[in-house]
Structure formats: C-alpha cells, structure tokens
C-alpha cells in the first residue's frame, strides 16, 4: 500500500512537473534580447504590471497614455483588475482617486514626465507639485533625469513623454529605489523647506560662447542667462553659436536668428510652435532683443493661428515692426520677422 501510494505520488509530481513550462522570459513578438528594455519588459511581465495588444505585441517605443502609466504603477504593487463595464481603467483611476494620486484623468492622452513626477512622489506620501515633485525624485534616488550625468530639474525635462518601455524603467528604479510600498497622498502641499538638495549644477559662463560668435548673438544670450530668462525654460537646452541662438527640446525648437548682412538678430524661427513655452520664449527673446510687446495674448494667438492659416499678421508700436509669417507647408512652423526703428 506505502509503495503504490509512493508511485503515486512520483507520477503526479512527474504530470505536474510536465505540464508547467518553464516561464517565457518575454512574450511579445515585438521585444528582442538585444533591446535594451528587453529586461525592463521581462520585469514587468513577472510583476504583472504590462500587457500587450491583441496582435502580440507590446508596442515598447510608443508613446505611453495616461491611462496606460497608472496601469502599469499600480499594478507594480496591487493586484486590480481591469474594468470589464465602462472603461478597463476605471478600477486604476478609483484607487488613484482614492489615494489622492494627482491624476489628470486624461487616459487617452500621452502622460508628460513631469505628471509621472507628482504622481510617483504622491505615491511617496508626499503632496509637491511641477519641479519640486521632480526635486524629490532626483533628490531621494527615485528618478532619473534625461541628461546624462546631469541631476537637476532642467535635466529631467519634465515636459518630456515616455515610451511604453520608459515607464516600466521608470517604474522599475523606483520600486527597487525605496519605493516599497503605496502611501496615500496628503491633502495640503509638502514643505518645501522638507525637500532634499540636489548638487549644484555648473551655469553657462557669461561671455564664453563658441569661437567665431557674433558679437550681437554673445550679448543677447548673456543678457537672456543674467536676466533668468533661459532659466525659466527648463525643458529646452540653449547653444549659441554662429547663426544665432537656437533652444532644444531633443530638435530644434526655437531660434533667435542672427542677420550678418544687417549685424543684428532680426528673425525667429518657431520650428515645433505648438511646443510648451515656444511661444513664451520668442516673445521674451523679441523684449530682450528692445522691442515692445504690449500686445502677448495676441500675439500669442496668431502664433497659434498660424498652424491652420497662412495669413500674415503684423505688429506695430514704436517705430518697431513684427511680423508673424505662417510657414507656407509645414503647419508646426512658424516664422517671426522684426524691423527695428
């Protein structure tokens, strides 16, 4: 009786053993061992945090929703399940809700990085908003920034997007960071005075750009670095050089142009004018180089209307003369034109 009791045993532990496969390192047809998220993706089929498409695959250098993020940071820690009525995310934005997660509640709409930033740091048990819940990050190892070496606000690009495999990295570090858990989210804002220092960041000298500058060029960009206007834009990254003065966002986004015939920066190029702050930033470039903007929400509108129209709208007001000029083909393309006195 013991010994067939015995067999009995072996042969359910041998059928056990042999319907089981071994787990499948990544199952999406999409995601290879050569990608450098292929162990990012492994990590989040083992901690139940991603799914793919019904076609198979996982789609990792998508641009990740809203809807999508909160899927993938909750499920790192709780076991919900998706929502079969209304919505297959309602279950993930009720517990956010819940825990006071500053959720836009925008599911459908690429998520910036800067929300990933307020949303992890809520997380956190901790209420800070735009750069000081980037601060915390940087500040307690939970993130990191997209500028290599670089641990501040500006390199972090907060207005950036994240692919479907960024989030499950970004996720990733800061669960193995010392996020270990879900805490709720106070309802009144975190000291600032609480928030951890980062190291100091080297600033662009004063007076020291690229050989062969023009002199014009130089004495704008100084004036835009010591009268904190390129300070205010974060999300761009600022080089001078021969032809003028070009802010990046990845490509360029806005450049203040420089006229070697006429010796002075007369020009604007708006290469991305739906871009956050580009508009901003011409207007305040257009102030630093002398002339009057008495009329910015105006302005700011036909930068606007220039992505559906190709009318001309100019500006007038002493002596000085601004031209907002549509590209003729290329819609996020916008060209200022400046006549001085």
């Known amino acids: 009786m013991k010994k067939s009791v015995l067999i009995s045993s072996l042969a359910v532990g041998l059928l056990t053993t042999s319907v089981v496969p071994a787990f499948a390192a990544v199952s999406f047809t999409d995601v290879k061992k050569t990608d450098w998220f292929y162990n990012t993706i492994e990590y989040g089929e083992q901690n139940n945090m991603i799914s793919g498409y019904l076609d198979g695959t996982f789609r990792p250098n998508q641009t990740v929703m809203e809807g999508e993020f909160v899927k993938m940071f909750l499920s790192a820690y709780l076991p919900i399940e998706a929502g079969q009525g209304n919505n297959w995310a309602d279950p ?82 800061a669960k193995e960071n010392g996020l270990s858990e879900l805490s709720k989210r106070p309802t009144s804002p975190s000291p600032t005075n609480q928030l951890p220092k980062l190291p100091e960041q080297p600033k662009p000298p004063v007076g020291q750009v690229p050989a062969g500058t023009p002199q014009a060029v130089a004495d704008l960009y100084n004036k835009l670095i010591t009268d904190g206007t390129i300070a205010k834009y974060t999300q761009f990254e600022a080089k001078a050089g021969s032809g003028g003065i070009t802010m990046f966002e990845g490509k360029a986004t806005v450049s203040v142009v420089y006229d070697d015939s006429a010796k002075e920066m007369n020009q604007v190029i708006l290469w991305k004018n739906d871009a956050k702050g580009a508009a901003d930033f011409a207007i305040d470039a257009i102030k ?54």
């Open 288 to 341: 630093a180089i002398g002339a009057p903007m008495t009329k910015e929400a105006e302005f700011k509108k036909a930068i606007e209307n220039s992505r559906t129209s190709t009318d001309v709208v100019e500006f007038k007001g002493g002596g000085w003369r601004i031209k907002v000029i549509p590209h003729p083909v290329a819609t996020d393309k916008t060209y200022i034109e400046i006549w001085r006195p």
């Open 92 to 173: 993930y934005y009720d517990y956010a809700e819940k825990m006071n997660y500053p959720v836009t509640g925008n599911r459908n709409e690429p998520i910036t990085r800067g929300v990933v930033a307020e949303i992890v740091s809520a997380a956190a048990g901790v209420n800070y908003q735009g750069d000081n819940a980037v601060i915390y990050l940087l500040g307690n190892g939970l993130a990191k920034g997209k500028v290599a070496g670089e641990v501040s606000v500006r390199g972090y690009q907060g207005n950036s997007l994240l692919t479907r495999a960024e989030a499950v990295q970004f996720i990733k570090n």
